[in-house]
């Protein structure tokens, strides 16, 4: 499936909103509270990312424990697949953040930043597909197939909140519906050791 199937594909399933959306006072309160901890936590997240891909000073402290774990050694592919997860954080909150001054603040939205922030996690998400032996295409596919099971005609709230996670996970599992391109793990995970310690 390429890029514009997709697109086209994925309005099927999505949720539209003809009449807009209310936030009551009530949902703008819990954003609020929610927000600041997530901002944070993408601040901290970046910054963890920095430290460990890109040697910059940690900045953090570690909260004082008297039970601190041994350090661990990755293995190259489980370094990157954490750097990939590092990184598909932080972008997700850079755009939440975005679109949540939007929101608030009736800041004008900025197109060329929120296309910007889907590019960098594309860039994690090849990453992650890379390392997996998948493709963007393959991905794109599976997912469709995923949602078609999961709302045969188009969205609906009560086959949203009522999946069939037996199919999805068949599909899932079985790559594309036709079984032309089945997920099949690089060789490197069929028996990934544990991170060894560094004691």
């Given at each position: 499936?390429?890029?514009?199937?997709?697109?086209?594909?994925?309005?099927?399933?999505?949720?539209?909103?003809?009449?807009?959306?209310?936030?009551?006072?009530?949902?703008?309160?819990?954003?609020?509270?929610?927000?600041?901890?997530?901002?944070?936590?993408?601040?901290?997240?970046?910054?963890?990312?920095?430290?460990?891909?890109?040697?910059?000073?940690?900045?953090?402290?570690?909260?004082?424990?008297?039970l601190m774990p041994a350090a661990k050694k990755l293995d190259p592919m489980t370094a990157e697949l954490?750097?990939?997860?590092?990184?598909?954080?932080?972008?997700?909150?850079?755009?939440?953040?975005?679109?949540?001054?939007?929101?608030?603040?009736?800041?004008?939205?900025?197109?060329?930043?929120?296309?910007?922030?889907?590019?960098?996690?594309?860039?994690?998400?090849?990453?992650v597909l890379r390392l997996l032996g998948s493709s963007f295409d393959q991905a794109a596919q599976i997912?469709i197939d995923k949602l078609k099971a999961r709302f045969p005609d188009k969205f609906t709230s009560e086959?949203?909140?009522?999946?069939?996670?037996?199919?999805?996970?068949?599909?899932?599992?079985?790559?594309?519906?036709?079984?032309?391109?089945?997920?099949?793990?690089?060789?490197?995970?069929?028996?990934?050791?544990?991170?060894?310690?560094?004691?």
């Amino acid at each position: 499936m390429d890029q514009q199937e997709y697109l086209a594909a994925s309005e099927r399933t999505e949720k539209k909103f003809p009449e807009g959306m209310v936030l009551t006072g009530e949902h703008q309160v819990i954003f609020n509270f929610l927000t600041d901890d997530l901002i944070t936590i993408g601040e901290g997240m970046d910054n963890m990312k920095r430290h460990l891909i890109y040697g910059a000073d940690l900045g953090i402290k570690a909260p004082q424990s008297e039970l601190m774990p041994a350090a661990k050694k990755l293995d190259p592919m489980t370094a990157e697949l954490l750097h990939a997860a590092l990184g598909k954080v932080t972008e997700s909150i850079e755009f939440f953040d975005m679109m949540l001054n939007h929101v608030k603040r009736g800041t004008p939205l900025d197109v060329a930043n929120a296309i910007e922030e889907v590019g960098d996690g594309m860039w994690y998400d090849a990453m992650v597909l890379r390392l997996l032996g998948s493709s963007f295409d393959q991905a794109a596919q599976i997912n469709i197939d995923k949602l078609k099971a999961r709302f045969p005609d188009k969205f609906t709230s009560e086959n949203a909140l009522n999946r069939d996670l037996v199919v999805e996970r068949e599909i899932l599992e079985g790559g594309l519906a036709n079984g032309e391109i089945p997920v099949v793990l690089p060789k490197s995970f069929e028996s990934t050791p544990e991170p060894a310690d560094l004691t």
